[in-house]
């Protein structure tokens, strides 16, 4: 069987650079009879950060890059050279890459937007030079700082798609068929189970100009939310989106009973998604003729907008977009949409509290010291460069 393209859940080991020591350089020359000390400082270590790319859907080009590392910052040198600072890393992410900290599962960051930059991990600051603690009663200080140490973090990149409209149904719905009618996308069609493996985005055009997206997901079974089938591990894709269109077939035997199926398994995996508006839709309608579809209308919930649908025949095709733009353009959903906004970026602000941290970890960090504090000398690391 021929390995999938889409990749929504990689793990990567990510470390910044360490900062490069200061030196202890003394000046010597033959017409400079006191040169004193000119060390330089050392550069700082490379930071390591995420930035949203709009380009990539997929983390596919990160499955295999397990390690990202940062370059380490030069030493500094004599004649107050300083360092060189270490090279950044970048790792590109498409939008909607959720980061987790791999080893408390603690959240770290979204990144929804493309250019977003963050930064996942701070280079370790680069030491000061022996020029940067002479004084009046000490003018020949042989002794530097070391560089901070590099900092590591082993992180999981999860991917929730970003799409307007999202496709909820049992295996052979017809969601499928229905992106493929609605959109130039060209999902996999057949007359079997789980005939979608993987999701998949289409851009549907509607009047005057205007589009909107629909992501479609493989197809939810009772106890999806369990981990049976395949539902489990792509309903996370219908998180961010801001309508659910729940789909049912028509021929079905109980069409209330199947959405409150997939309502439920909905809702064990995220209680916050029943927020979300919801439209049903009976698919394969071709099939049924309109006195049945009277009484089948009857029995479904009174606040649910629903609409009969054939993408074979195109009918309740243009009905169903009226439904969702009118429902993706409410105040009710531009609400919703603030709201998930204030979300992220409250999660956002947590960034600086998460780098703060990161300053924290480990046992030999530096602190750094001023020129006035200048007389408490004694835990630093005495070095002598060699001319």
Known sequence: MAESNFVDYVKICCRSGKGGRGSAHMHRAKYVPNGGPDGGDGGRGGHVYLRGNHNYW???????????????????????STGANGDDRYIDVPCGTVVYNAENGEYICDVTEDGQVVMLLQGGRGGLGNWNFRTSTNQAPRYAQPGEPMRELTIILELKLLADVGLVGFPNAGKSTLLSSLSTARPKIADYPFTTMEPSL?????????????????????????????????????????????????????????YSILLREVETFNPEMLDKQRVLAI??????????????????????????????????????????WQALNSESNKLQAITQQETIVHRNKNISLLQRELEDMGEDDIEFVEEEDIEDLEDFEYEDDEE
């Open 58 to 80: 997929t983390l596919l080009h990160l499955r295999f890059e397990r390690h990202v590392f940062a370059g380490h910052g030069g030493n500094g040198g004599k004649s107050r």
């Open 202 to 258: 289409g851009i549907v055009s509607y009047r005057d100009g205007q589009s909107f997206v629909m992501a479609d997901i493989p197809g939810i079974i009772e106890g999806a939310s369990e981990g049976r089938g395949l539902g489990l591990r792509f309903l996370r894709h219908i998180e961010r989106n801001s309508l659910l269109l729940f789909m049912v077939p028509g021929d079905t035997d109980d069409i209330k009973k199947e």
């Open 283 to 324: 698919t394969k309608s071709d099939l049924l003729d309109e006195e049945l579809q009277q009484m089948l209308s009857e029995d479904l919930p009174e606040d649910l907008p629903h609409v009969f649908i054939s993408a074979v025949t195109n009918k309740g095709i243009t009905e169903l977009k009226d439904i969702l």
